[in-house]
């Protein structure tokens, strides 16, 4: 059974950067897209970035306020996803998860994953 660990999170104050990693166990990362989710206090879970497999050219998108600010990778050596979040800002403040489809290709949809981890919490604030 595919496990995901999510690890990286913590206080930053706005303007700040925070690198989260995703680590597999029990399986591997290989042939799914990986998807970064968050959870802020009293709002819906929402797709943040996400990363296709190799096979779908590993090709990354983004939600519209985590463009030019997130990065999202993969080490498939090291069977994990990170997400390097740059110029970090108030609203950014939430609970991150990490989730691996058992397809390649990405969706926003969260029901499409079949994996999740944790979490990790990332708190921006003054």
């Known amino acids: 059974q595919l496990q995901l660990v999510e690890s990286g999170g913590g206080l930053v104050q706005p303007g700040g950067s925070l690198r989260l990693s995703c680590t597999a166990s029990?399986?591997?990362?290989?042939?799914?897209?990986v998807a970064w989710f968050r959870q802020a206090p009293e709002k819906e879970l929402e797709g943040v970035s996400c990363i296709n497999s190799p096979g779908y050219d590993a090709t990354t998108f983004h939600l519209d306020s985590a463009k030019g600010r997130f990065i999202i990778s993969r080490d498939n050596a090291k069977n994990a996803v990170f997400l390097q979040m740059n110029n970090l800002e108030l609203e950014d403040t939430a609970v991150y998860y990490c989730?691996?489809?058992?397809?390649?290709?990405?969706?926003?949809?969260?029901?499409?994953?079949?994996?999740w981890g944790q979490g990790t919490q990332v708190n921006v604030s003054s």
């Open positions: 989730a691996a489809g058992s397809w390649g290709k990405c969706s926003w949809a969260s029901g499409e994953y079949d994996h």
């Open positions: 029990g399986g591997t990362l290989d042939n799914s897209a």
